[in-house]
């Protein structure tokens, strides 16, 4: 573990974690990577005492990587802003599935059951219905609010493939920093609408932490990539991560395996027992 004396260099766009003085970069974390057999990067700030831990520096603030389902965070911030979606109770899609009906012995009925937007957002496999919530935005507002935001490479063309297939790339630096303005609602959206989305992240926590976050893969020509990013709260104190990682194996359920290595990083930390 080394301290960097100097400020760390930030990256001039909305979403930059911020600048920071005390600063510590600890190669210790590398371990967990090694452990699951992956590469990445791993970052937290404690807002209360403005120290930063970093992992495998040069990968969170130099390089960017495909969004994905991260983006979920910012289209579902505009959607509510603009009124295209209500509420994170707003029913995206009926899913029907079969179940024995117990009055007519051997036959089936179709039982329905509704996904709202919180529903897919906790999900993994969200696209499906993201691609019809931006669709429903419509490109031209998402393009001015993703250029007004700064998000990214803004690299959104005629359609929302950009963010599924890798072309709508973000630094993990800014996906910190997006989280933390969204935790403080900092952003340029209305308080309600950011208080929605903070409400549909997961969300684990008993009597010493709360845990929210939102995780995703990616798939890339070579390689599957995640995101686990979100806070750790104890003692109404939060401290704001970003992981990301990537993995060769495309059978590999990368989510799960970033959500698994959040959860050993942060008690390696002190973290999960109240007292922080």
Known sequence: MRKLLAALPVIAIFFSACSI???T??????????????????????????????????RYRDSAYAAGSTFDIVASLIAFQSGVIKDDKAVMLREGHYVAD???????????????????????GSELIFRKVEDSIGMDSLRKWVDSLRYGNRALDK????????????????????????????L???????????????????????????????????????WVLGWVEENKHPYFFVLNLDVRDPNTDVAKVGIQLVKHILPSMGFFEGKK
Do not use: W
Request: net charge negative.
């Open 21 to 23: 003085n005390n600063v």
């Open 25 to 58: 970069v600890d190669d210790s974390l590398g371990r967990f990577f090694d452990s699951a057999g992956v590469k990445g990067c791993f970052a937290l700030y404690d807002n209360g005492q403005g120290d930063f831990t970093v992992y495998n520096l040069p």
């Open 102 to 124: 117990s009055s007519h012995p051997g036959q089936q009925l179709t039982q329905y059951t509704d996904v709202t937007i919180a529903d897919a957002f906790r999900s993994n």
């Open 159 to 186: 359609d929302t493939d950009a963010v599924y297939d890798g072309s709508l790339r973000i630094p993990a630096d800014e996906q910190l920093g997006l989280i933390k303005k969204l935790y403080f609602n900092q």
């Open 188 to 226: 340029p959206f209305f308080q309600r609408t950011q208080e929605l989305v903070r409400g549909m992240m997961n969300k684990e926590e008993d009597s010493n932490y709360k845990l929210i976050y939102k995780a995703t893969s990616v798939a890339n020509q070579d390689d599957v990539l995640c």
